[in-house]
C-alpha cells in the first residue's frame, strides 16, 4: 500500500508539474461545435512530444486494435471532481466533459518506435450530455497544432519498414461519418478501448510501474471497482507465455468484435467475436458466409478447423481489396505477425 | 437515375458505396456503379426508401463484382421501387433480417439472384422484371443468424424470364448452389404465396421449393418449408436445360425436361412417417396443364432402388390463408 501511494503521488506530481500549465479547457469539451483546433482543448502541454496537460492520464491497452502499425498515444480526461463508473463488461459509464483522446503517429523508421516520431492525427471521443461526439483532428508538418478535418484525408506517409526498405503507408484519416462505422453500439456512437479487460495490466507512468486500473481507482478517477487483481483482464496476444487460444479470442475480441457483436455494425453477418462468446458456429468455428460475397474467397467457413488456408477469416485479414478486407476500415497493410499467430491457432483446433 | 452517377472505380475503402444506419431516409433518382463491394447497404435503418435508384457494375456479370446492389438489412418498413439493379455478384436486390418489405416495379439483370428476400418477414414482391440472372427471385432462410423464421412472403405479378446467367457467385455463398435458370426458389421459410406471376424460359426449373441442403448446428433453426401455395402461374417453356448439381438431382428423379414446379419433398422425419399438418403442407393450384414434380428425397435416399417422384398435382390442392397485403408508413403519408 505505502508503494502505491508513493507511486500515486509521484504521479500526481508529475501530473500537476507547471504551475503556469493551462488547465484543459472544459468548457470547449461540452461545446456543441467542436473546436477547428486541437489546441484549444488544451490536452498537451508539449504537443509535439504528446506531452499531456494537468489531469490528462496516459493509458494503454493490454491488446491494441491494428492500424497499419501506427503508433498510438492514448490519453483519459475526466473533469475535475468527477469519476467514471466501474462496468463489468463494456467500456465504464463516464460522466460529461470526459475525453478519450488518441494520437496516431509514425516514427521515420518503424524499428525504431521512440525516434523521430511524426503526428498524424488525433482522435477525439468527448462525452456530452446525451452521447458522445467524435472528432478527427490531422497535425500539422511542424506538428504544432492539429485541424479538424469532419471530411478525413487520404495521407501518403512514407517510413522505413521493419525490412528496412522504404515503406509507403496509404494512411485514411476516417471521416467523422466512418467514426460510426466502428463505434457504433446500438446506434449510438460509443468507445471502444477502455474496458476493465483490455485496462487491466501495468503501464509505466514516466518510470513509475503501476496497474491502470489500480492508478485510475486511486486518482478517484473511477468508481465501484474492486481490486484490480479480482477484475478481469484481457490477453496480451503477443505474450506467448499465454494459452494459444487465449491470445487469439484477445486479439479477435479487440480488432473484429466492435463490429462483429450482437448490438454492433456487422449484427447481421452472425459471426461474433467477443473473447466470451460461446456458441462456437457464432465464433466462426465452420460457420457459413451470409453476405460475405466474394469476400468468402471461395471457401466454406470463416474458420475452417485445422485448415488456416481455407479459412475466410484468414483470407479477409491478409486482403488488402476493399471488396474482401477485414477489418473495413482502418488499415491499409496486413497485419502479417497476427495472421501467423491465429494460422497457427485455427491449425490447431479439431 | 441516369443523370446523377456516382462511379466507385477508385473506391479505396469500405465495404460498400453508401451505408444509411438513420431512419427516415428517402434515396431517390441517382446511380451507384462499381462499388467494391456492396452498392448501397443500410442496417437497422427503419422506414428506408429506394426509389429510382440504380446500380451497377459496368464490367458484366463478374464475380470480382460486389455482392448485394440494394441491401437493406435489420430494418422495418423496407420499400424499394422503380430500381434496377445490374451484376451482382450475389442478390441484386437482397432485403436480409427485415420486416415489412415491399420491393415492386424493379428490375434486376445480369446479377447471380435477381430478387432474394432472406430471412425475413411479411414481405410483397411484385410486378418485377426479373431476366438474365442465373436465378430470379429467392426467398431464403438460413441458419446461425440473429434473425431467422422467414415467413409471411408474397411474390406475384412479376415477369421471371430467360434467367440463364451462369452461376458467377464466389463459392462458399449460398447462392452460389442455384442453378441457371432457376425461376422462384424458396428455401425454408413459412407461408409463402407465389401467384400470377410469368414464368418463361428459365431452364432448370420455374418454382423450386428445396430444404436448406448443408449441415447446420443451431436448434433453433428450422430448415424445411411450410405452408407453401403456388397457384394461378403462367408457365412458359422451362426445365428444357437443367444446369449443375441441382439440376442433376432434379433430373435423375424426373428426367427432362424438368416439370414446372418442383418439391424436394423433405420434410421432418417424424411427419414423413405421420403426417404434415394442414398449415405446413405444401400446394399447387394451377392449370391441369402444369406440371409437378415431389422429389421424395426421404424416400428415394432410403430406398434408392425404387426412385421416382410423385407427379400428381391433383393431390397438392388447397390452400394456407394469405398473408394481408404489406402497408408501408412511407407510402401511407404520401398516397
Known sequence: MGIRLFITIIVLCMLTTGAFAEPVNDKALVAAKPARLLSLYNFFSDPPAQTPSDGVLPYDLVTPLFSDYASKFRFVYIPAGKSADYRDSGVFEFPVGTALIKTFAYPADLRRSKKAVRLIETRLLIRHETDWKAWPYVWNEDMSDAQLKLAGRRMEIAVTGFDGKPLHIDYAVPNANQCKGCHALD??????????????????????????????????????????QDLPAATDWQDISQPLNDRARSYLDVNCAHCHRRQGPASNSGLFLEAWEEDRVAWGYRKRPVAAGRGSGGFEFDIDPGNAEGSILIYRMKSLDPGIMMPELGRSMAHKEAIIMLEEWINGLK | MNKTVLSFGDQKAGGEGFLIT???????????????????????????????????????????????????????????????????????????????????????????????????????????????????????????????????????????????????????NIVGMVAKGTGIMIMTNRNVHVFDNTLSNNGTVSVLIATYPNEFEDDNYVPHPRGVLIRDNNYEGGGSDPDGEVGDIITNVTGTPVPDIVWDGVVPLTEWMTWTSDADRIYVNETIDTTFANLRMIQNTLYPWSTSADRDIEDYAGAVPEPKPVRLPQLLKTN
Open chain 2, 22 to 172: 438513420s431512419d427516415n431516409v428517402v434515396l431517390e433518382d441517382f446511380a451507384v456503379e462499381d462499388t467494391k463491394g456492396d452498392g448501397i447497404k443500410s442496417k437497422g435503418a427503419d422506414q428506408i426508401t429506394y426509389r429510382r435508384i440504380r446500380v451497377e457494375w459496368s464490367g458484366g456479370s463478374k464475380e470480382t463484382n460486389g455482392a448485394y446492389g440494394i441491401y437493406p438489412v435489420e430494418s422495418n418498413n423496407v420499400l424499394v421501387e422503380d430500381s434496377v439493379v445490374t451484376g451482382a455478384s450475389d442478390a441484386g436486390i437482397y432485403v436480409g433480417q427485415s420486416e415489412n418489405i415491399i420491393v415492386r416495379n424493379s428490375t434486376a439483370t445480369y446479377n447471380v439472384a435477381g430478387i432474394e428476400i432472406e430471412n425475413s418477414k411479411y414481405a410483397d414482391v411484385y410486378s418485377n422484371t426479373v431476366t438474365h440472372n442465373t436465378g430470379g427471385i429467392l426467398v431464403f432462410d438460413l441458419p446461425n443468424l440473429p434473425v431467422m423464421g422467414g415467413h409471411s412472403v408474397r411474390v406475384f405479378n412479376n415477369q421471371v424470364i430467360d434467367n440463364d446467367t451462369p452461376n458467377f457467385a464466389p463459392e462458399g
Open chain 1, 187 to 228: 446506434k449510438a456512437v460509443v468507445p471502444i478501448g477502455p474496458t476493465v479487460r483490455n485496462l487491466n495490466h501495468d503501464f509505466n507512468y514516466s518510470g513509475a510501474v503501476k496497474n491502470q486500473l489500480r492508478m485510475w481507482i486511486d486518482l478517484e478517477l473511477l468508481a465501484g471497482a474492486r481490486d484490480p
